[in-house]
């Protein structure tokens, strides 16, 4: 069974970091293309980063920038999204999802495979 199990979200106060994982089973991810997902309650899913399936490039949303560092350990299977400096519009379900196509797949209906996503809230 082809699965994506997340990992890593929590309560976290603004300005601190917290690391989600994305742990695939069933299938390797190393040829994928991997993104994070997040939508907020009352809003729209949107894409905050992903890494290329074809030559590891990464790209970010602009609210992320700087802040957020997607990689990949292949040894583990495994995608991380690393998160620095929280702030409260930050506080969303995240979900990573994996998708065949090369380059950056920054829209929803490029994804083939999601996760069951993860609760991030940012609040003091």
């Known amino acids: 069974q082809l699965q994506l199990v997340e990992s890593g979200g929590g309560l976290v106060q603004p300005g601190g970091s917290l690391r989600l994982s994305c742990a695939a089973s069933g299938f390797t991810l190393d040829y994928y293309g991997i993104g994070w997902f997040r939508q907020a309650p009352g809003r729209e899913r949107e894409v905050v980063s992903c890494i290329a399936g074809d030559d590891d490039s990464t790209y970010y949303a602009d609210f992320v920038k700087g802040r957020f560092t997607i990689s990949r350990d292949n040894a583990k299977n495994t995608v991380y999204l690393q998160m620095n400096s929280l702030k409260p519009e930050d506080t969303a379900v995240y979900t990573c999802?994996?998708?065949?196509?090369?380059?950056?797949?920054?829209?929803?209906?490029?994804?083939?495979?999601w996760g069951q996503g993860t609760q991030v809230t940012v609040s003091s």
């Open positions: 999802a994996a998708g065949e196509g090369g380059g950056w797949l920054v829209n929803d209906y490029e994804y083939d495979y």
